[in-house]
């Protein structure tokens, strides 16, 4: 008798075990995914903290996975990189033109810009 409960013991807290590894598992998947797609810091912490509530409401481990695979706003920033070793002086300038137009930059941090540039043109 005393052998058959210890089995049973030894059983369901096999099974405990084994669901909570896997509860862990299945928790860190869009986690693992985000991070594998190269999201930092605040994206991160979002898609980490969606994750872990989803223990409570699993929508939000939903809306966490969903986030991991799609959604990555630097590739929007990318196509508004500028690569300044590549261009002239007036093609910087019209880019910064361009974003401050956009609203991306104030006019004080273009003017502050363009004052850089004619500096360096001048002094070349």
């Not at 896997?22 to 999201?39: D, E, L, S």
């Not at 699993?58 to 261009?87: C, Q, R, S, Y």
Request: net charge neutral; proline share 2%.
């Amino acid at each position: 008798m005393d052998n058959e409960i210890i089995f049973i013991l030894i059983w369901y807290v096999g099974w405990i075990t084994l669901s909570l590894a896997i509860i862990y598992f299945i928790i860190q998947v869009p986690i693992i995914i985000a991070k594998k797609r190269g999201m930092k810091e605040g994206e991160l912490t979002t898609i980490t903290v969606l994750s872990w509530c989803g223990i409570f409401i699993g929508i939000t481990w939903i809306i966490a996975l969903i986030f991991a695979l799609v959604w990555h706003p630097t590739t929007w920033i990318d196509k508004e990189k500028i690569h300044f070793n590549d261009m002239t002086n007036l093609e910087i300038l019209e880019k910064l033109g361009v974003l401050k137009d956009k609203g991306v930059i104030t006019e004080q941090e273009f003017q502050r810009e363009k004052e850089k540039i004619i500096k360096t043109t001048l002094n070349n």
